[in-house]
């Protein structure tokens, strides 16, 4: 069986188990990622299956390129290899996208309520889906409490123990009101969504990358593995026949 470097081999192997680990973190990020502040028009709908699937998929491609590296299996490489090529253009095309309009995404502050101020005017269904979102959030108004004119509901107004913890603020006849408004903190909670599947597919294309790259350099040690050395010996100097009858004869004697 061919043999190829021995710390190449275990380094390809180690790869592949922090690139499962990293399919872990992607799945794991898939149950703890649910945006769902509120129901009804302001709920994020998040596919988390799709984190569930490229998961998946990167943990199966990482114990391929395990499999390949640990037993020399010249086609569970070049399966991996391939997987690698597809994977990182995958990640990296979507991943660069998010990253050079990140700036756009972050000016982009689209209120879903826009014609429904002030709040108090709007239908029974807007009101009540953005009743359901202060008590949740803990938040008074979409940009501020004036959303409500003066008709402030009892979902923006504070208990004893939310007033010692400095939540709220006092406005008008006395009352306490939460101080934060609830659209900022839904679009924080986007961006950062925003950021970890961008830093995700980064991180997945500079994975590939570098997997390509071990994976290359170990198939070609496959395909040419290293040849004995012959030594090249040079056969012991020996005397001609010619140079044997000269060397016999006796020189001339002279008188």
């Keep these: 069986m061919p043999q190829v470097n021995s710390c190449?081999?275990?380094?390809?192997?180690?790869?592949?188990?922090?690139?499962?680990?990293v399919g872990i973190v992607i799945i794991t990020l898939g149950?703890?990622?649910?945006?769902?502040?509120?129901?009804?028009?302001?709920?994020?709908?998040?596919?988390?299956?799709?984190?569930?699937?490229?998961?998946?998929?990167?943990?199966?491609?990482?114990?391929l390129g395990a499999v390949g590296a640990y037993n020399e299996s010249k086609a569970c490489l070049v399966l991996f290899l391939v997987c690698m090529i597809l994977g990182s253009i995958a990640m990296l095309l979507p991943g660069t996208l998010m990253a050079v309009f990140r700036s756009e995404a972050a000016s982009m502050q689209d209120n879903p309520y826009d014609g429904h101020l002030p709040m108090d005017q709007a239908s029974?269904?807007?009101?009540?889906?953005?009743?359901?979102?202060?008590?949740?959030?803990?938040?008074?108004?979409?940009?501020?409490?004036e959303d409500w004119k003066g008709n402030i509901p009892d979902s923006c107004l504070c208990s004893k123990l939310d007033e010692m913890e400095g939540k709220?603020?006092?406005?008008?006849?006395?009352?306490?009101?939460?101080?934060?408004?609830?659209?900022?903190?839904?679009?924080?909670?986007?961006?950062?969504?925003?950021?970890?599947?961008?830093?995700?597919?980064?991180?997945?294309?500079v994975?590939?990358?570098?997997?390509?790259?071990?994976?290359?350099?170990?198939?070609?040690?496959l395909r040419s593995p290293n040849r004995p050395v012959f030594l090249m010996t040079a056969p012991p100097f020996t005397k001609s026949p010619q140079y044997e009858e000269l060397h016999n004869v006796l020189p001339p004697k002279y008188y």
């Design 207 to 221: 994975l590939g990358l570098l997997g390509m790259v071990l994976s290359s350099v170990m198939i070609h040690q």
């Design 124 to 145: 029974p269904i807007k009101r009540q889906d953005v009743e359901e979102m202060q008590m949740e959030m803990q938040c008074c108004g979409l940009f501020s409490y």
């Design 31 to 63: 149950l703890t990622s649910q945006f769902n502040y509120v129901n009804g028009v302001m709920n994020l709908d998040l596919k988390q299956s799709h984190f569930y699937i490229v998961g998946s998929i990167v943990m199966v491609i990482a114990i």
């Design 8 to 21: 190449l081999k275990w380094l390809l192997t180690i790869f592949n188990i922090l690139f499962a680990i």
């Design 168 to 205: 709220c603020q006092t406005v008008d006849y006395g009352k306490s009101v939460y101080s934060k408004a609830c659209f900022p903190i839904i679009f924080s909670g986007i961006m950062q969504l925003y950021d970890s599947v961008m830093a995700s597919f980064l991180t997945l294309a």
